[in-house]
């Protein structure tokens, strides 16, 4: 498996052993250093009463006073403690949650990737080679004297090829193992030649079969209607007689087997009166390089791609077909989401807290459905739309954070602390304008609380009573 499917480098991962048993001895240690710190608040408290016990009256000023206050940071002790627990253990949650998302994520694209990968089908346009003989001057030395020498040599022309007709036919199936696509090629290519040179006669007609390919079968060539052999294995390279003003054909036709694509390369030739026809009998199919076709069929599952160019045409990228496959989008969104859901769950708790009264089940309850939504939400985005999904999770969390007032005031309170502090600021994650979907959340939350205790909107009125 490659690297990048790991997970997010440096986040912690309660699926690994080793991470998990670091979190247990962390969380032991901060337990314990709390427990000492609350026996060394009781303990100094007992040692100041000792310390006045001579004076009754102080003692008992002084012991009331504290008494009330270590109660109270007793509960206060045991709500932060709580949400710690709670802030710390959702942390890891939603850490395990996005390394496991994006572990998720990667191994989805990379297996689109594998869908289409492979090497590609290749054809190169043919080559007319003839041999002339040229002029060229070298010096040398006769007799310690530089002497100037007049001499001819055997250099290699190309011929333009007059016209090429081309047709490949294009099938798609999967390889042995079902996870790449495989193309199968029926090519069949005419070729014009004419010889424009006064003095040249013989000439070589060069084709070479597909790059890329897995099989290759019934590679013919053949000169007006008659079969061309090759002389020596693997040279592709067909000697022909071809009078000046005169015009002959060549016919290639093949059955090729390969990669998920199929190119046809002019390897810089001009090319005159060309005209190619691709024809891919699966959907999915798509032009390659961006050269634009001149026309463009489509028939059901079968796609027609024509080139005509009756002049003359030279590009640097091949004309080509490919298997176009569906774009992977919003890619991230859900890791990042439960990255920050531990922040936002803060600000969801502390608007409750500063809203209506919380107990330490309430507290512990409304967690565990927070983190159960996020959970559901982080498999149902496998699936549909994450957006849609948390819609429907809204609903459901609306419903049950009902439950958290006493009266019809508190529960309503309840509603506007969870609108802003919970599903806004997650939607906010999911929708693209982000930042401004945010910035909405914390006004609406900061309105809210200036509402309720700035304007003393009463939640604990009794004749307010949900039932």
Same mark, same amino acid.
């Given at each position: 498996m490659s690297s990048t499917s790991q997970g997010v480098p440096g986040l912690p991962d309660l699926t690994h052993p080793t991470?998990?048993?670091?979190?247990?001895?962390?969380?032991?240690?901060?337990?314990?250093?709390?427990?000492?710190?609350v026996i060394a608040l009781g303990i100094a408290i007992a040692l100041m009463s000792f310390a006045l016990r001579h004076n009754s009256s102080q003692q008992t000023i002084f012991i009331g006073e504290w008494a009330?206050?270590?109660?109270?940071?007793?509960?206060?002790?045991?709500?932060?403690?709580?949400?710690?627990?709670?802030?710390?253990?959702g942390f890891f949650l939603s850490a395990t949650l996005s390394n496991r998302y994006h572990h998720w994520e990667q191994a989805k694209i990379a297996q689109v990737v594998q869908s289409v990968s492979g090497d590609?089908?290749?054809?190169?346009?043919?080559?007319?080679?003839?041999?002339?003989?040229?002029?060229?001057?070298?010096?040398?030395?006769?007799?310690?004297?530089i002497v100037k020498v007049n001499d001819?040599?055997?250099?290699?022309?190309?011929?333009?090829?007059?016209?090429?007709?081309?047709?490949?036919?294009?099938?798609?199936?999967?390889?042995?193992?079902?996870?790449?696509?495989?193309?199968?090629?029926?090519?069949?290519?005419?070729?014009?030649?004419?010889?424009?040179?006064?003095?040249?006669?013989?000439?070589?007609?060069?084709?070479?079969?597909?790059?890329?390919?897995?099989?290759?079968?019934?590679?013919?060539?053949?000169?007006?209607?008659?079969?061309?052999?090759?002389v020596n294995p693997g040279n592709y390279s067909f000697a022909f007689r071809l009078e000046p003003g005169q015009e002959t054909s060549f016919r290639v036709t093949y059955q090729a087997q390969g990669g998920p694509r199929w190119v046809y390369n002019s390897a810089g030739q001009l090319l005159s009166n060309f005209r190619l026809t691709a024809i891919a009998n699966f959907a999915g199919a798509d032009f390659a390089s961006g050269i634009v076709p001149k026309d463009?069929?489509?028939?059901?599952?079968?796609?027609?791609?024509?080139?005509?160019?009756?002049?003359?045409?030279?590009?640097?990228?091949? $004309?080509?077909?490919?298997?176009?496959?569906?774009?992977?989008?919003?890619?991230?969104?859900?890791p990042r989401l439960l990255l920050l859901a531990p922040a936002l769950f803060l600000w969801w708790i502390l608007l409750l807290y500063l809203s209506l009264p919380m107990s330490l089940t309430n507290v512990a309850i409304?967690? +565990?459905?927070? $983190?159960?939504?996020?959970?559901?939400?982080?498999?149902?985005?496998? $699936?549909?739309?994450?957006?849609?999904?948390?819609?429907?999770?809204s609903l459901v969390l609306l419903t049950l954070t009902w439950g958290l007032g006493s009266t019809r005031s508190a529960a309503l309170a309840a509603i506007i602390c969870t609108i802003a502090g919970a599903i806004?600021?997650?939607?906010?994650?999911?929708?693209?304008?982000? +930042?401004?979907?945010?910035?909405?959340?914390?006004?609406?939350s900061v309105i809210w609380l200036a509402v309720r205790h700035w304007y003393n909107w009463d939640i604990s009125q009794p004749e307010d009573s949900k039932s």
């Open positions: 991470e998990l048993i670091q979190l247990g001895s962390q969380l032991i240690t901060a337990s314990l250093l709390l427990v000492f710190l009330i206050r270590y109660a109270q940071i007793l509960r206060g002790l045991q709500h932060l403690t709580l949400v710690l627990i709670l802030l710390v253990g590609k089908l290749e054809q190169i346009a043919p080559q007319v080679r003839y041999v002339t003989q040229e002029p060229y001057t070298y010096t040398t030395q006769v007799n310690g004297k001819t040599q055997q250099v290699s022309r190309l011929l333009s090829l007059a016209g090429s007709q081309i047709q490949v036919k294009l099938e798609q199936s999967t390889d042995v193992q079902g996870r790449s696509a495989v193309y199968r090629a029926d090519y069949t290519a005419d070729y014009k030649v004419v010889n424009r040179l006064k003095d040249i006669n013989n000439f070589f007609f060069e084709i070479q079969p597909p790059n890329g390919y897995s099989l290759l079968s019934n590679y013919k060539v053949e000169r007006d209607r008659t079969r061309l052999e090759t463009r069929k489509a028939d059901g599952r079968s796609t027609q791609y024509t080139w005509i160019f009756d002049d003359n045409v030279s590009v640097k990228n091949p $004309f080509g077909v490919f298997t176009n496959t569906n774009p992977i989008r919003q890619t991230g969104i859900i409304a967690s +565990g459905i927070y $983190f159960a939504c996020l959970l559901t939400l982080t498999y149902l985005s496998r $699936f549909m739309d994450a957006q849609l999904a948390w819609t429907m999770i806004v600021p997650v939607l906010a994650l999911l929708v693209p304008y982000s +930042g401004l979907t945010l910035s909405v959340a914390g006004l609406l």
